[in-house]
């Protein structure tokens, strides 16, 4: 079954890095688009970014642009998120999610979260 | 960017009894060239991730029980649940994949009353 698996989140200062990574499994990964959704505590959804099988597709949000990467490994099955600039409104759960097809937009299975805080 | 807002924020439904959450999208959702509305909802349980419940508007994901049914075309959407079970417990979100940002509804909170 789909499996996805996020680490790397903890505690770091406000204008420093953090790479979260999303391990695979259960399916083909090189095949499916695949996103970050983050969600601040105690509040909604916010899609963050999304990269195609290929990757010749990459989107972000305007929140983000610029400051965050999304990039994936295939044959690691990985998805990463590198985080720079990292700011207090960036605290939230970070989910990998996995779209239904290469970039279809909605999210078919999502993990069980990295929480990122950022704090001084 | 399309806004998608619910209504209502929080609903609170005796058990068997039906829930009606709505979703309104700033600009309609609906791709003439293959009459698809593009939208999803999601269940959220406390703790837990999202759960893809509904695609395409109406489309049911596999293993989502038939007590969900979602509804609605353009920029008007419904989501609801019949006969209504303890365990559908949980905060609930329409989302449109019809441009990016990819956007979603605020949140509605069921509960039991």
């Given at each position: 079954q789909v499996q996805l698996v996020e680490s790397g989140g903890g505690v770091v200062q406000p204008g420093r890095s953090l790479r979260l990574s999303c391990a695979?499994?259960?399916?083909?990964?090189?095949?499916?688009?695949?996103?970050w959704v983050r969600q601040a505590p105690g509040k909604g959804l916010e899609w963050v970014a999304l990269l195609s099988s290929d990757e010749d597709y990459i989107l972000y949000s305007d929140s983000v642009r610029g400051r965050f990467t999304i990039s994936r490994?295939?044959?690691?099955?990985?998805?990463?998120?590198?985080?720079?600039?990292?700011?207090?409104?960036?605290?939230?759960?970070?989910?990998?999610a996995k779209d239904i097809e290469n970039r279809q937009g909605y999210f078919e299975k999502w993990g069980r979260g990295t929480l990122v805080i950022v704090s001084s | 960017d399309f806004v998608m807002t619910q209504s209502p924020d929080s609903l609170a439904v005796s058990l068997g009894e039906r829930a009606t959450i709505n979703c309104k999208s700033s600009?309609?959702?609906?791709?003439?060239?293959?009459?698809?509305?593009?939208?999803?909802?999601?269940q959220q349980k406390p703790g837990q991730p999202p759960k893809l419940l509904i695609y395409w508007a109406s489309t049911r994901e596999t293993g989502v029980p038939d007590r969900f049914s979602g509804s609605g075309s353009g920029t008007d959407f419904t989501l609801t649940i019949d006969s209504l079970q303890a365990?559908?417990?949980?905060?609930?979100?329409?989302?449109?994949?019809?441009?990016?940002?990819?956007?979603?509804?605020?949140?509605?909170?069921?509960?039991?009353?």
């Open positions: 695979a499994s259960g399916f083909s990964f090189s095949t499916y688009g695949m996103h490994d295939n044959s690691k099955t990985t998805l990463y998120l590198q985080m720079n600039d990292l700011r207090t409104e960036d605290t939230a759960v970070y989910y990998c | 600009q309609s959702i609906l791709y003439s060239s293959n009459n698809k509305n593009y939208l999803a909802w999601y365990e559908d417990v949980a905060v609930y979100y329409c989302q449109q994949y019809y441009a990016t940002p990819y956007t979603f509804g605020q949140g509605t909170k069921l509960e039991i009353k």
